[in-house]
């Protein structure tokens, strides 16, 4: 999986090494390229180096019925391991669905004594989660990178696809603020190519120290 960051890498370089070699004015857009390699380089060690993070992220699950919007704080690591509560809209705040990589529980905070055990994983609720973009990124056989110049600067976008054939949940796509290397937007689309979920995110903190109580009941 590694051997696909290096080419991807090569391809680029290639392409600004005869890039710079039409003229003045095409050496003037290879020195464009050449930063937006650099930023590309660097968010893929990004990727690569993550173990763990804390997010606070707005997630729209999209159907043909509507939208359903939570804000929620998540907490997860490449491991498998993962904590996400939703602190709004008010009816469900305080739900909390964790897992330490063994089982799955949920409880609300708010509820005393309520607590779900042996709860089903879901690919809805697994695919919200940086860590899982990442896997599913590092094991596509097919990929796309691309760069887009957005209103609040560049952002490096990078897509893979989703295992499973699910028809909802068909490929991933991630946008990456080149500046900051900080994740922006996580979208997951259907087989026609509509959103299905929508990751909008906040507050990232990027490898941080997650207490394993965090993931445990």
């Known amino acids: 999986m590694y051997k696909k960051l290096l080419v991807l890498i090569t391809v680029v370089m ?7 070699s039409c003229g003045q004015s095409d050496g003037l857009r290879g020195m464009a390229d050449a930063e937006e390699v650099s930023a590309f380089e660097q968010v893929q060690r990004m990727l690569m180096e993550l173990q763990s993070y804390r997010a606070i992220a707005t997630v ?13 704080i998540q907490h997860a690591r490449i491991s498998g391991e993962y904590r996400i509560e939703v602190t ?13 990589n063994s089982q799955i529980f949920q409880f609300n905070s708010r ?47 990078l ?11 068909s490929n991933s796509r991630l946008w990456v603020d080149n500046t900051t290397l900080l ?3 996580l979208i997951i689309f259907d ?22 109580a965090l993931f445990t009941l």
């Open 14 to 20: 290639v392409a600004l090494i005869v890039g710079t």
């Open 60 to 72: 729209e699950f999209r159907s043909n019925k509507g939208t359903n919007t939570y804000e929620t």
């Open 88 to 100: 709004a809209p008010t009816h469900v705040s305080g739900s909390v669905t964790a897992s330490d």
């Open 111 to 157: 509820v005393n004594g309520r607590v779900s055990l042996m709860v089903q994983e879901t690919p809805e609720r697994n695919e919200i989660f940086l860590t899982s973009f990442i896997r599913n990124y590092l094991q596509s056989e097919e990929v796309s990178v691309s760069v887009a110049d957005m209103e609040e600067g560049l952002r490096t976008v």
């Open 159 to 169: 897509e893979a696809t989703v295992p499973g054939n699910h028809p909802y949940l």
């Open 183 to 185: 994740p922006v937007k």
């Open 191 to 212: 087989e026609d190519g509509a959103e299905r979920i929508v990751v909008t995110y906040h507050v990232f903190e990027y490898n941080i120290e997650l207490d394993d």
